[in-house]
């Protein structure tokens, strides 16, 4: 895609505690296409953030799933930015990503944020639900497991913020196939053989159960 | 039975924890309303160098204590853009430090669980709330039971309730 003028005030805020995680690596991708301030949620003053959430004109968010959601510091801004409703029908859009290989793991973080957008008076534009995000620790999105699809499906959504369009669901939903039942099988034990080995490191031994084992 | 209330605009969770104490069940009450609680860091300590226990030094400390010694969890709070308020929202993601880092097959799908943990149950309160954002909220539940491998119902309901409807979930939550 060729490098989009920028004609719009765009914030690119991250909403991760990780300053070099998958989250900040997306939002990179968006400013090399779109031109913006990107601002770190976990550096910064909530004040600050939303003085400058009210001079943009299109708001990127982009965070970690943490148990089916944003993170609770994205939250704690967001009722913040409620308080000073109305706002004035800036573009928001927002990206969420987890480790789970769902779609529907992750999904509650936009359409929490959607509900957000109508009842605080922005222009929700569409969200993207990246699972299995958490697996490139920061790197690119192409080492992605679905990145002949993920990759194509994510610069689609970038365009659309260039574009000042709304992205459609179904533009994530497409570019993602869960793992079929022999795939999860082999994950649920790589991971958790990972996790072991990892622990083991620290001297803690964990018993091992069949990953698919019932309590 | 712990309930974790974020109590500041509601009195929900006051009414059903006497409601399930008066039948007889043994309770904790935790208002996080008066909790010094930050946001989960991210650090992976839990999960790594301090497994099991979170490095940051305020009051989730004293409050995983007492999650980690009961088998079911009961979440109230206001309904935020169908989302738990920030407050609950923040205790609960640090409560992922009691989590088995291990990962499991439930219907299907790769799943975590919690240790010992058998049932979470969220409680959402807001007056008039919309259709749509009750449909978020109860998904975005289904969703924690579901990756958290456990038990566990939610429930919507206004800041006023009357007295069959505490009765109703008081019975839910002794039953599960």
Not at chain 1, 72 to 89: D, F, I, N, S, V
Not at chain 1, 161 to 174: F, K, M, N, R, T
Not at chain 2, 69 to 95: D, H, L
Request: net charge neutral; aromatic share 8%.
């Amino acid at each position: 895609m060729n490098k989009t003028t920028c004609l719009q005030r765009v914030l690119l805020l991250s909403a991760s505690p990780r300053i070099k995680g998958t989250s900040v690596m997306l939002l990179e991708r968006i400013r090399k296409q779109v031109q913006g301030e990107l601002v770190h949620l976990y550096l910064e003053e909530t004040e600050t953030i939303l003085e400058k959430m009210k001079a943009a004109e299109t708001i990127v968010i982009s965070g970690p799933c943490y148990i089916n959601g944003y993170p609770g510091a994205l939250q704690r801004l967001l009722e913040a930015a409620h308080e000073k409703a109305p706002w004035e029908g800036q573009k928001l859009y927002g990206i969420i990503n987890g480790g789970m290989p769902y779609v529907h793991t992750h999904r509650s973080g936009v359409d929490s944020l959607k509900l957000f957008s109508s009842q605080c008076g922005f222009s929700w534009m569409g969200g993207f639900v990246l699972g299995g995000g958490a697996m490139l620790d920061g790197g690119p999105l192409e080492k992605h497991l679905s990145a002949k699809k993920v990759v194509p499906a994510f610069e689609q959504f970038v365009k659309c913020i260039a574009e000042g369009q709304p992205s459609p669901d179904a533009l994530y939903e497409e570019a993602q196939t869960p793992p079929g039942k022999v795939m999860t099988h082999v994950f649920a034990g790589l991971l958790s053989f990972m996790m072991s080995r990892k622990l083991k490191k620290y001297a803690y031994v964990l018993k091992m159960r069949r990953p698919h084992s019932k309590k | 039975m712990v309930f974790l209330s974020d109590g500041k605009e509601q009195n929900v969770g006051k009414l059903l924890y006497e409601e399930v104490r008066r039948r007889g069940v043994e309770a904790t009450y935790i208002s996080l309303d008066e909790k010094d609680i930050g946001p989960c860091r991210g650090c992976g300590s839990c999960s790594g160098p301090t497994f099991g226990k979170c490095i940051q030094n305020d009051d989730m400390q004293e409050v995983l204590k007492i999650l980690s010694a009961s088998r079911t969890w009961v979440m109230v709070c206001p309904i935020r853009f169908g989302n738990y308020s920030s407050r609950a929202k923040m205790a609960q993601e640090r409560t992922s430090t009691l989590g088995d880092p291990r990962y499991y097959v439930e219907r299907g799908e790769l799943v975590k669980q919690m240790h010992d943990l058998d049932a979470f149950f969220a409680v959402g309160v807001k007056d008039h709330c919309e259709e749509n954002e009750k449909d978020v909220f109860l998904s975005l539940h289904r969703e924690n039971v579901h990756i958290m491998n456990v038990n566990g119902e939610a429930f919507v309901v206004p800041t006023q309730p009357d007295p069959q409807s505490i009765s109703h979930i008081a019975e839910v939550l002794i039953h599960e």
